[in-house]
């Protein structure tokens, strides 16, 4: 019994291939984005806030003078006075975490309506819930200030297109494959069932 080339329709199927990995990958960023404002957890200050941060590493506090929390709108200046201390605990530890300045716009996310810099950066050796702590240096209450924790959104969103990118390459490299070998199938059957007949 003569061998049949494969169907044509297995360039259908690469292409589906293709298309179902380039709609995976934009679906998974749009998800990505979407959710990236959940990477930093908000806080209204002055006052003490307790913040569960799960991963270790270096963290960082982000005063965000653009800012929506709890359905209310904040804009606030955006050069933050100098006349405040932050002090950062981890439980019930008695001892502050060091907290070490970060100069102003080095650090920096723009998600939606939020606008953020980063004032400085401190240490997650452990998981746990850490306080963080504001005051005016006068005990003011007033500007009322967003601040926000979270580590590096530079450091996320990369490592995330990192492995997006690896995975959609995976899917195309996929396609590719299937086509080549079907494309290669096709032509040497083809041939020699013409060379065959001559």
Known sequence: ???KPPSRLWYLVSIIIFVSGLSGYIVFFLHFTNKLDTHFKQGVFPGR???PLEKTGTHYIFYEYVSTLDGQHYSTPEKLSNDF???IYHSDKEKPIELKPLEPERITY???ARKAFAIGS???TEPGKYAIEMKYA???QKPRVVLAVGQSPVVTIFVTLVILLFLFLSVLILAAILMII???KRKKMIHSAFCGDG
Request: hydrophobic fraction near 45%; charged fraction near 30%; avoid cysteine.
């Open 1 to 3: 019994m003569e061998a």
């Open 49 to 51: 806030r307790v913040f």
């Open 85 to 87: 201390d932050i002090q």
């Open 110 to 112: 723009t998600i939606d």
């Open 122 to 124: 401190f240490e997650v």
């Open 138 to 140: 006068t005990n003011n």
């Open 182 to 184: 079907v494309y290669k």
